[in-house]
């Protein structure tokens, strides 16, 4: 790698958009910061680092994204207390980012150069982080196909962009969740466990159905006998069943969520009893019916922790405890984000000031 940190470009924006933000009515996903970065690869290097002012990309109607789908994404947060702004683990982003394009014969970006340059990007665009209780920056890095060729093969060239959004809080209510046993979202063998943008378009449609019968979201099985318990939306899922933490295990169709390792890591650390192994909807739905399903949960950045209220398996609505009973989810929330905010000890060095 021969592209040096100095060879960021930076070019400023000459009138702030910030005061057309109503920072206490965020719409999420659709305000955009200030600035973005971006770097392309072609002729086996990546190239052209760029700090500049967030706008729209010009590309051929043949761009290769568009077409077969060679395309990964990571999403991640900034977080503000007082005049200091911290980001949670985004190494690990970085390396599950490397993951994903080596699974997509994407060529990997250089960790700590990227890792670089959304510090200073954070550092130019340091004002679009919201200081409010439930608020954050959310980050989007992601990388694409860029070849202009109807063709399928691994594209030569590629496109890496990190924008920001500022948001508030992202679930409003606990969530009515049904146990897909139709679709699937990932198989063995696939790439559930990549963060590639095809994956989530194959689960709108199904989602989309449970939406219009009363569901938010859904509790993904496995594509093989729907049978196991992967995922809740675009989340993690864990149970407490009695006093033991119980997740499903990485399989290869799960995306190893750096929430989900979070709650685990604290979950042990804290003394709980740690289960991570298959995990059956049949168990699941017993321990709702004799109420032994204490909690039930989704991980991941956009919510922390989603609280799941009810689910729905075969016709029939479980109705979980009620949220204020939680004793271990109610306690990593609070202890995820006062750690996010730097209010607590952070002795796995996930917390970065920037
Ligand atoms: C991103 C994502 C998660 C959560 O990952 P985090 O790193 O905790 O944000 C879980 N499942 C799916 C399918 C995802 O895309």
């Given at each position: 790698m021969n592209t040096a940190i100095s060879d960021i470009k930076i070019k400023k924006i000459a009138q702030s958009r910030i005061h057309e933000v109503d920072f206490d009515n965020i719409k999420f996903g659709r305000e955009f910061s200030d600035h973005m970065f971006t770097m392309e690869y072609k002729d086996g290097t990546w190239q052209n680092l760029e700090i500049k002012p967030y706008q729209?990309?010009?590309?051929s109607p043949a761009m290769s994204a568009l077409h077969y789908g060679q395309s990964i994404f990571e999403g991640l947060k900034a977080y503000r207390k007082g005049d200091d702004v911290?980001?949670?683990?985004?190494?690990?982003?970085?390396?599950?980012?490397?993951?994903?394009?080596?699974?997509?014969?994407?060529?990997?970006?250089?960790?700590?150069?990227?890792?670089?340059?959304?510090?200073?990007?954070?550092?130019?665009?340091a004002n679009w982080v919201p200081g409010g209780e439930e608020s954050s920056l959310y980050i989007r890095p992601f990388l694409f196909a860029t070849d202009e060729y109807v063709g399928i093969k691994p594209s030569a060239t590629y496109k890496f962009i990190i924008f920001t959004c500022p948001v508030g809080s992202y679930y409003t209510e606990p969530l009515k969740v049904k146990v897909e046993t139709e679709y699937t979202r990932a198989a063995q063998g696939g790439v559930g466990e990549a963060k590639c943008a095809g994956n989530y378009a194959a689960s709108l449609y199904p989602a989309k159905q449970a939406q219009?019968?009363?569901?938010?979201?859904?509790?993904?099985?496995?594509?093989?006998?729907?049978?196991?318990?992967?995922e809740s939306g675009t989340m993690n899922i864990m149970f407490i069943i009695g006093n033991k933490l119980i997740s499903p295990n990485l399989s290869g169709a799960i995306l190893p969520g750096i929430t989900r390792n979070s709650v685990l890591t604290l979950a042990k650390d804290w003394g709980y009893e740690v289960e991570e192994r298959p995990v059956t909807v049949d168990e699941i739905i017993k321990a709702a019916q004799t109420g032994e399903l204490k909690e039930a949960f989704g991980a991941g950045t956009a919510a922390t922790i989603a609280q799941i209220a009810l689910i729905g398996h075969e016709g029939i609505d479980y109705k979980l405890p009620a949220i204020e009973t939680r004793e271990f989810?109610?306690?990593?929330?609070?202890?995820?984000?006062?750690?996010?905010?730097g209010n607590e000890t952070d002795k796995w060095g996930w917390i970065e000031k920037i």
């Open positions: 729209n990309l010009s590309f911290f980001m949670f683990r985004a190494k690990d982003n970085f390396a599950r980012m490397n993951r994903s394009a080596h699974r997509m014969c994407i060529p990997e970006i250089p960790e700590e150069l990227v890792h670089h340059a959304l510090k200073q990007l954070l550092t130019i665009d219009e019968n009363g569901y938010h979201q859904l509790v993904w099985t496995d594509g093989k006998e729907h049978k196991y318990i992967e989810s109610n306690r990593v929330y609070d202890f995820l984000n006062n750690l996010k905010r």
